[in-house]
């Protein structure tokens, strides 16, 4: 029998997919991105799997590419918090977690909206929140997308820090039944910063949480501080093992000028999954997922972001252009651009492509492919278990490339084999999300908090 005694606990979310190139959508398996039973069916999953929480993103605009609109993004996506919402009437224990920004976002507006999931939920919000300085993104916004860039973390704390100004202005609801309901006094909440000016009173009581859990995905230098001083998760995007450690390693390491304690942030990095019932089985079906996922017509647009050119006349089966790539930063807009050298990257695409005999589309699926955990439900339990004994994580964002169903095998078969191996939860026994993760109450002196 393993030793549960010394193990870290794994934490779970359940990323729900939308359409992008990660996910599959052209099988008969796959599902509407819309429709709300797609939305209950993958979150009630993830509760029978006892996952921490349900993660969705949010799209304030439909991308273009080469001035049209993104064929994989017309389907659009429904209003975040309308979902979470929703979602907290037919789920009981699993988190909510949305993704809002705070580039185009109110202070006011977001801590009322936050405070009401939260008690809508029992105690099971949580917030990612993300910055833009995308005019292309502002112009749906009355602030017209103007935001220097080098200020789009300095708006994100004050945002975070009149929230939750307005957050404290409130305590806990008091009931007394013979006079009626009274809550503490809610005074008049001042804050003032470069960006806002508040005077007023907060019309919500303190929530189940104090705060929503907070989310924060920035990799940056900015950002990593941003997370240390004010996150309880980062969902990174390092999700190798060694490359997981050394982030992991550097954003903890940060925690303690802050006045906190290592086991106050955790650290999620986003990792797909394929399972078979034998690794070579799993590693054809890895192959053949990826092939679906990234399309000829995918493959051509991931290269004229690079490129910063038009390559529809190339065949994505054939080699990588002759020509130089351009500055184009207008090629793909309302996502982010991650292309920042141009040359230097199709330089290395080009010495990648000729080493390996890579056609055009071939080497796409090679780099565009995220963290994914591929083999037998007991060896994906192993390997998920590993990162997080070693200190590269303390558990995952999982993305499955179908939608709804797309974590249905992974409850039945994997999280069984991480209960054997002593590392994850065989029933929640808390109600609030800072339960499931082991975070404090922000209110509260709360010492030793384990995750439920």
């Keep these: 029998m393993p030793d549960h005694r010394i193990r870290k606990q794994v934490h779970l979310a359940a990323h729900f997919p939308g359409v992008n190139h990660h996910t599959v959508w052209t099988v008969p ?119 220097e860039h080098a200020k789009r973390y300095t708006r994100a704390n004050e945002v975070v820090e009149a929230t939750r100004a307005l957050w404290d202005s409130r305590g806990e609801l ?93 650290i999620l990095p986003a990792a797909g999954f394929v399972l078979g019932d034998t690794a070579e089985e799993a590693a054809e079906n890895a192959r053949i997922i990826r092939r679906q996922q990234v399309s000829p017509q995918t493959a051509i647009a991931f290269l004229e972001q690079v490129w910063g050119r038009d390559l529809s006349g190339y065949d994505p089966d054939g080699p990588l252009p002759d020509i130089d790539p351009v500055e184009n930063v207008n090629i793909t807009r309302g996502r982010v651009r991650h292309a920042k050298d141009p040359r230097a990257i199709a330089d290395a695409w080009r010495a990648k492509a000729a080493a390996e005999n890579l056609s055009i589309r071939d080497l796409i699926i090679a780099t565009t492919a995220r963290q994914q955990f591929v083999g037998t439900p007991r060896q994906v339990a192993a390997e998920i ?34 209960q054997e191996l002593g590392s994850f939860r065989t029933e929640y026994t808390g109600s609030t999300l800072r339960d499931h993760l082991g975070l404090r109450h922000p209110h509260h002196s709360t010492e030793g908090v384990r995750a439920s």
């Design 29 to 147: 398996e796959s599902g509407s991105q819309i429709d709300f039973d797609s939305f209950v069916h993958l979150a009630r999953t993830a509760e029978r799997g006892l996952f921490d929480f349900f993660f969705l993103a949010e799209g304030l605009r439909l991308r273009e590419h080469l001035g049209r609109i993104h064929d994989l993004d017309v389907v659009g996506r429904p209003d975040t918090f309308t979902v979470l919402n929703a979602l907290a009437a037919v789920t009981t224990r699993l988190g909510l977690a949305g993704t809002i920004n705070t580039t185009f976002n109110e202070p006011y507006e977001l801590a009322k909206q936050f405070a009401s999931l939260d008690h809508l939920s029992g105690g099971r919000a949580a917030w990612n929140a993300v910055t833009s300085s995308d005019a292309f993104t502002g112009e749906n916004f009355r602030r017209g997308g103007y935001l």
């Design 174 to 266: 008091v009931v007394d039944r013979e006079r009626g309901v009274f809550g503490l006094p809610a005074p008049t909440v001042r804050f003032e910063s470069e960006q806002f000016t508040i005077e007023g009173e907060f019309g919500v009581p303190r929530s189940p949480q104090g705060y929503p859990v907070q989310i924060q995905a920035g990799d940056s230098d900015e950002g990593r501080e941003f997370a240390a001083a004010k996150a309880d998760v980062i969902f990174s995007a390092h999700g190798e093992l060694e490359d997981g450690k050394r982030f992991y390693t550097d954003v903890k390491d940060r925690l303690a000028k802050y006045g906190r304690n290592r086991d106050d942030l955790k």
């Design 385 to 418: 278990d590993h990162y997080v004994q070693s200190d590269a994580a303390d558990g995952f964002v999982l993305v499955p490339h179908l939608t709804p169903t797309g974590f249905d095998e992974f409850v039945d078969k994997v999280i069984p084999e991480l």
